[in-house]
């Protein structure tokens, strides 16, 4: 099983970037896809997860609003785009299918 991410972002304040997450070796539809980020120096945060078989969306509370959870089945890929983003949302954010297997993440910079 794999799953990789899309290469690191530096974004400027007010913008939205958008993470991609591509799994392979395991039927994309049969587990949640969850994003979880963890900024400098913090604990990891659950951003919510997305069902890949039919789309159905969970957000933390914190994020809804500002995060979008999509998912490709023709590519296995699922995607996550965060908007008006802040120097707060610097982090690493990561995919994981089923909390068992994980990216290996990507920083997003949040900075002018």
């Known amino acids: 099983v794999q799953l990789v991410q899309s290469g690191d972002e530096l974004r400027n304040p007010g913008t939205s970037v958008k993470v991609s997450c591509k799994a392979s070796g395991y039927t994309f539809t049969n587990y949640y896809i969850d994003w979880v980020r963890q900024a400098p120096g913090q604990g990891l945060e659950w951003m919510g997860r997305i069902d890949p078989e039919d789309g159905d969306t969970k957000y933390a509370q914190k994020f809804q609003g500002r995060v979008t959870f999509t998912a490709d089945t023709s590519t296995s890929t699922a995607y996550v785009e965060l908007s008006s983003l802040r120097s707060e949302d610097t982090a690493v954010y990561y995919c994981?299918?089923?909390?068992?297997?994980w990216g290996k993440g990507t920083l997003v910079t949040v900075s002018s």
């Open positions: 994981t299918s089923g909390i068992v297997f």
